[in-house]
């Protein structure tokens, strides 16, 4: 990922707020790099959420996500020097998060795997369940996986992440053109084959609304 | 639903909806635990330098102590100190022949060379046949590994005399 080009994300001429915002985050890198844990703490804090969502999605699996997110963190940590005060700390945070994420959910694929091999088969879920909350969630990732890699990842970084193109860019070590291109192309592809959650097919709000759980500890 | 800093179209506002709705968010609990891993996250990394110096370290001390210790080998040579034997002293004896010697009897292990070492005959079984010039017969062979009579290992026989006796 380049984030060697300093990048101001919040606006094109710097307010005094941003400054304020910048000489803020500079300071929290700073005490971050020395080993300060709070101040590292307080740098990725508002963004957790985000991430969280990032990694459930990318690893398709819940459970996975706090892990994701962790390890994501740590190797944040490890390439903070690389990190520019005042480009976007979001767009850092969220490329290592898919990533590893990504990682996390091959090797855990590879691990089932292994267990289902030597497991009894279980049941199938029954047709209420699919047609459940879970199931769209299910048609999300499985769409999601169809993409090519690049474009599940500016799609995430778009639609979970909530990136600019810039923003994208940077985190994919891109170009703002190629991405605009990649998320149009992606976006496409997703709509197509989410086409029945459209229109007069989708399910109705109340159902879908309740999909977007918090996920109990 | 999430704030984009950029507009988006009508068609992915749509996709975007579908996104939040299906998206997972942390709990409350979830949070606070991410927040303090995250918070000992830079000790941890520095603790794992620090740890990382001790293999070199250690790698360091043990190459020093190989060399001092071959040091300390090569100068209690000199001094004339018991040294394990090297490629320039095993002595040329057939492994039979070593395999038949006590070492607890052999006093030759502690003598400071092998110099008095005999030199195998060019025919080993003039050995056998009682003809090499350090005693003859089977106490000629002995006496590959524990030098000519009256080179210090008399007491070696005197031993062996006695315990012939007491067998006899």
């Known amino acids: 990922m380049n984030m060697t080009a300093p990048r101001t994300v919040a606006a094109s001429t710097p307010s005094p707020a941003v400054d304020l915002a910048v000489q803020r985050e500079r300071k929290l890198v700073e005490a971050a790099r020395a080993g300060d844990g709070k101040a590292f703490a307080a740098l990725v804090r508002p963004h957790l959420p985000l991430l969280y969502r990032l990694a459930a999605r990318a690893c398709g699996d819940a459970s996975l996500a706090e892990d994701a997110v ?52 279980q049941q199938a879920d029954t047709p209420a369940e699919l047609m459940g909350a879970a199931d769209l969630k299910r048609r999300v990732v499985e769409a999601l996986a169809e993409l090519p890699e690049k474009r599940r990842e500016a799609a995430m970084l778009r639609l979970d992440g909530g990136l600019s193109h810039a923003e994208i860019a940077e985190a994919l070590g891109s170009t703002e053109r190629s991405v605009r291109v990649m998320v149009h192309l992606a976006l496409k592809d997703l709509r197509g084959k989410l086409s029945d959650m459209f229109g007069g097919d989708r399910p109705s709000q109340p159902e879908v609304a309740s999909t977007a759980t918090r996920s109990a500890t | 639903m999430t704030n984009h800093p950029t507009p988006q179209s009508p068609e992915e506002r749509e996709l975007q909806e579908v996104f939040d709705e299906t998206a997972e968010l942390p709990s409350e609990a979830q949070l606070e635990r991410m927040i303090a891993r995250a918070e000992q996250i830079p000790g941890g990394q520095r603790n794992r330098r620090r740890s990382a110096w001790l293999i070199p370290l250690a790698a360091a001390a043990a190459v020093a102590l190989a060399i001092g210790g071959s040091a300390w080998w090569a100068q209690d040579r000199e001094n004339g100190a018991p040294v394990a034997s090297t490629a320039t002293s095993v002595p040329t004896a057939t492994p039979t022949a070593v395999a038949s010697v006590d070492p607890k009897q052999d006093s030759s292990a502690t003598d400071d060379t092998y ?45 062996m005399e006695l315990l012939m006796e007491e067998g006899g």
């Open chain 1, 70 to 121: 962790q390890e994501a963190l740590d190797l944040t940590y490890q390439r903070l020097d690389r990190y520019e005060p005042g480009t976007s700390m979001r767009a850092f945070l969220a490329s290592m998060t898919v990533r590893r994420a990504k990682t996390l959910a091959r090797a855990e694929r590879r691990r089932k795997v292994r267990e289902d091999a030597s497991a009894t088969p």
């Open chain 2, 115 to 159: 110099d008095d070492i005999p030199v195998l005959p060019a025919d080993p079984l003039a050995v056998l046949d009682g003809d090499f010039d350090n005693g003859g017969g089977w106490m000629g062979e002995l006496d590959l590994l524990h030098g000519p009579a009256g080179d210090g290992d008399d007491g070696f026989w005197e031993e």
